[in-house]
């Protein structure tokens, strides 16, 4: 075997519509290895792709209207023993135009209708590419028209009726056929699943007449489960023509979809570590039947099982455990969610604090998470080794907090039914005990009853790599108004400043709290390919507002800035990323975000879809900011950053990445400048 054979130089000859440039743009697998352009390119020489650039040149004088195009002739010379030159001869021909269009053989779409959707029209260049997209392959084509309303057998043949000069009328002639039923619809490869699982996603049923848009969306449907691959969902479509039926097979290939995420370490703050087991195919009604066991859980029913651990030794631990069913009761997509956390973090001790962090400038030294700390303002760092973590912390200084939450689901049908509305219903309490680090109260005990109320829609095509579709979000979270039921002056409470008044003050807490989130997916080249490039855009704004205004929450607030990865020093707040900043930047401590905006646009690009490994790379551009009050909210007045990362997926893991992102702007005198970001989990 020899080394592989390159391309040295390609030549075009005979060509004067086209530039030569233009020619070797059309040929998209045959490329020159010099040239700086085709960096990412193929540049080997391989006989087949050769072949089909030959014809995409023809399709590209086509798409122009020189429907007379030809190659005269080819060939491929040696240049070395390790390239060739590829000498290419056209003959262009002459430029086309439609003079005019007809229909025959309709039946089911009267003529001026379907001429509004073809959106071709007389004295038009002849763009034979632009016509089959019209008529074939585009979303909103006149098939997809016939392919929506039974018709399978529908098949449309363009004629050239008449070629004058340079002028040609087209017919477009129809064989319409009778409406297809589906009579079959079978699933293999699904072993993961009850079968009845899978088929309450489908749109298709036995019966029912054919419906493309049926067939699509439930492919999408499966796809959203997470628990087959998506890159291999092909339907098999075989129709029969005796009976005017259709067979539907639908080819599944499983691929494992519970994570487990395991931790273990030994830092100065002595174990830390995280256990946290998800299972996305459980079934809480075989929970007592030992045999339907399937490892250690019951699964087949697509519920979804959470259970967390996490420890920072004596300073942090927290624990959750989640329930979701997205079909409750089985017979609806309605869902059903519960949740329930407790965690407990321990203060710094004050001999600890004063000697080994300072202040500086108008700065608030504070020792976050495992012991780092900084001052805002003139940014001073300082630490005395003569002290160690064994006496960092205090046990008298402690905040705990806990929860539990009841959600309730249902999928619309209006406006359309990718819409969703969730009501969820959640208690939180929370104990402070001598700590120091929550300006608005050191001790006492807060409570909140908050009612969620949440608008969705998502019509993505797949929750791993997505190509198109979009996701929406418009929530409201409430507490009811406790101020205008207790019998206090909150004025004078929040002007004596004193534990005793805050305790009265903050026995519950009240707020509301709106937020907006989207995401669009929009498909570069081919949507259903295996390497489609996708635009991703990004717009969100959330904002935390009071009932009175001598009662602003302190819980619930957003912190801003870095991965949004959230950590033990986030009191309750909603970590927001925005990378080419710090974690906190736009609301470090001594500040509380409560209103926040956020931009971005993304290109995706994979690197590797698989059933066992998701790789995509990702570049960006991300604009946004944080305001300590709704009042000053500007969507406009944002700090920018870009930067590139990449994502993987394993299905014992889930999703993790690396970004690198720089910060164009000053945060509180400081440049954002270069950061390394880590990502673990998918965030909307």
Avoid: C
């Amino acid at each position: 075997k020899h080394a592989k054979v390159k391309v040295h130089k390609i030549y075009i000859n005979g060509n004067q519509i086209l530039s030569d440039r233009a020619i070797k743009r059309a040929m998209k697998k045959t490329n020159e290895n010099g040239n700086l352009l085709n960096l990412f390119k193929q540049k080997k020489f391989v006989e087949s792709d050769y072949q089909d650039d030959l014809n995409r040149i023809l399709e590209k004088y086509n798409e122009l209207g020189y429907r007379d195009a030809k190659i005269l002739s080819d060939s491929v010379v040696p240049f070395d023993e390790k390239t060739v030159d590829v000498h290419i001869n056209v003959e262009e021909g002459q430029k086309y135009y439609i003079s005019d269009i007809s229909w025959v053989g309709n039946t089911v779409i009267e003529t001026d209708r379907l001429n509004r959707i073809l959106d071709i029209r007389p004295g038009e260049v002849y763009n034979q590419k632009l016509l089959e997209k019209r008529t074939q392959t585009d979303e909103d084509a006149v098939a997809n028209y016939y392919l929506n309303n039974g018709y399978l057998f529908y098949q449309l043949v363009p004629i050239e009726k008449n070629v004058r000069g340079d002028s040609i009328d087209l017919e477009l002639r129809m064989m319409e056929g009778p409406q297809a039923r589906i009579n079959r619809v079978e699933i293999n490869g699904n072993d993961r699943l009850y079968e009845k699982v899978v088929r309450r996603e489908l749109y298709i049923r036995p019966g029912e007449l054919f419906r493309k848009d049926d067939l699509v969306r439930s492919i999408r449907e499966i796809a959203q489960t997470g628990h087959f691959n998506p890159e291999n969902l092909n339907p098999d479509i075989r129709p029969n023509q005796e009976d005017g039926t259709v067979d539907i097979i639908l080819p599944l290939e499983s691929k494992a979809n519970d994570q487990i995420e395991f931790s273990l370490g030994w830092g100065q703050t002595g174990v830390i570590g995280k256990v946290a087991l998800k299972f996305t195919n459980f079934s809480i009604k075989n929970l007592f039947n030992p045999g339907s066991y399937k490892g250690i859980i019951p699964q087949g029913e697509g519920q979804t099982f959470t259970v967390s651990a996490q420890t920072n030794a004596r300073y942090y631990q927290q624990y959750a455990v989640s329930f979701l069913d997205p079909w409750f009761g089985g017979k609806r997509p309605n869902s059903l969610s519960v949740s329930a956390y407790f965690s407990r973090q321990t203060g710094v001790n004050d001999s600890y604090y004063n000697n080994n962090w300072y202040n500086s400038g108008y700065g608030y030294g504070y020792p976050y998470g495992y012991g780092y700390g900084y001052g805002y303002g003139n940014y001073g760092y300082g630490y005395d080794n003569q002290y160690s973590y064994e006496n960092a912390y205090d046990p008298n200084k402690v905040l705990q907090m806990a929860g539990v939450t009841l959600g309730f689901g249902k999928r619309l049908n209006w406006p359309d039914d990718y819409f969703s509305f969730t009501t969820e219903l959640s208690y939180q309490w929370y104990y402070l005990k001598n700590w120091d680090y929550l300006y608005y109260m050191n001790n006492g005990t807060s409570n909140s009853l908050v009612l969620g109320l949440t608008l969705a829609r998502n019509s993505i095509d797949s929750p791993l790599y997505t190509r198109r579709g979009s996701q929406f979000s418009l929530s409201l979270q409430m507490t009811p108004p406790a101020s205008l039921f207790g019998k206090h002056d909150w004025k004078q409470l929040s002007e004596e400043n004193t534990t005793e008044a805050k305790k009265k003050m903050y026995r519950w807490i009240e707020y509301w709290k709106l937020k907006f989130q989207s995401r669009t997916y929009t498909p570069l080249n081919n949507p259903t390919g295996k390497w489609t490039l996708v635009m991703m855009t990004r717009a969100d704004f959330g904002l935390l507002g009071s009932y009175n205004k001598y009662l602003k929450t302190p819980f619930e607030t957003f912190y801003v800035g870095g991965d949004g990865m959230s950590g033990s020093y986030s009191y309750a707040t909603e970590t927001v990323a925005l990378r080419g900043y710090d974690n906190g930047a736009l609301t470090p401590w001594g500040y509380d975000g409560y209103a926040y905006a956020r931009l971005g646009v993304e290109l995706h690009f994979p690197f590797m879809l698989q059933p066992t490994t998701t790789i995509y790379g990702l570049t960006f551009l991300e604009a946004g900011n944080a305001w300590t009050n709704v009042k000053d909210f500007s969507p406009f007045n944002l700090k920018r950053s870009a930067g590139a990362g990449v994502r993987i997926f394993l299905p014992m893991v889930g999703l993790m990445g690396i970004d690198w992102g720089y910060g164009f702007d000053k945060v509180f005198g400081r440049r954002g400048g270069s950061h390394f970001h880590f990502i673990l989990g998918q965030e909307f």
